[in-house]
């Protein structure tokens, strides 16, 4: 039976959407497609549709599923500070530290993707956490050896930190990672962008330290292993 329609006849509130162009030339997809795991993933920046992935979302595979999720949760905003008990404080925004508890619980393990100081020598390392403030963003880990500038990438731990593909423009109103009644759903991607000409400044929550931008180009030009020959993605911030 079809779902009735609710509410009186006429025209609603209205919704409005950004498209979103990441590919300048040669777009590039990768054949056969794969499958986003809609319980692991959440676009953090689509502001009241966080469900909803836009185009530019770097994706990352999960290691004992196969399936893909957002290489990147969010960014420190403070690298680090004592708590004069043996543990480290990480700052991160609430909407991450939320999206943190969601992904992965109030206690688990992070990975932290970074330089320690300007344009560095990026460094990739999984840690401990044991308690996550989702008002202050404020996360505790137990590891003291921490060295991570802001604007260092939270990933989570479960292999899809490092981004091998991009959410592409197929679906103008972008890719929805829940069903009507708002649980979530595994989605059949079809066309996960694995190279062309890129407009890098859509890559969400791409860097703006020196080292991390080539990080991250460095990934994804890597693939998850089936490219061969010349790099598939080009970037216009290299002109």
Do not use: C
């Amino acid at each position: 039976m079809n779902n009735p329609i609710t509410g009186r006849a006429g025209i609603g509130t209205s919704r409005t959407t950004s498209p979103r162009k990441i590919v300048l030339a040669d777009p590039q997809y990768l054949p056969g497609g794969l499958v986003i795991d809609g319980s692991k993933s959440r676009d953090l920046g689509n502001t009241g549709d966080t469900d909803v992935l836009r185009a530019g979302l770097a994706m990352g595979k999960i290691t004992a599923s196969g399936k893909y999720a957002p290489a990147v949760i969010g960014t420190l905003v403070y690298p680090h500070a004592a708590d004069g008990s043996g543990n480290l404080l990480l700052t991160v925004a609430a909407a991450v530290a939320a999206e943190i508890v969601r992904r992965i619980g109030t206690s688990g393990t992070l990975t932290l993707t970074g330089p320690p100081s300007a344009a560095g020598t990026v460094a990739q390392a999984e840690y401990t956490f044991s308690a996550v403030n989702t008002t202050t963003g404020v996360i505790t880990i137990s590891d003291g050896s921490v060295s991570f500038i802001a604007g260092s990438f939270v990933s989570a731990s479960d292999g899809s930190a490092n981004p091998l593909f991009l959410v592409g423009e197929d679906n103008h109103g972008g890719t929805k990672v829940t069903d009507q009644d708002d649980a979530n759903i595994d989605v059949d991607w079809a066309t996960p962008i694995s190279g062309g000409r890129i407009d890098a400044s859509q890559i969400i929550n791409y860097p703006s330290d020196a080292s991390l931008v080539t990080w991250v180009k460095s990934k994804l030009n890597r693939g998850d292993g089936t490219f061969e020959g010349a790099a598939p993605f080009s970037f216009d911030d290299n002109d």
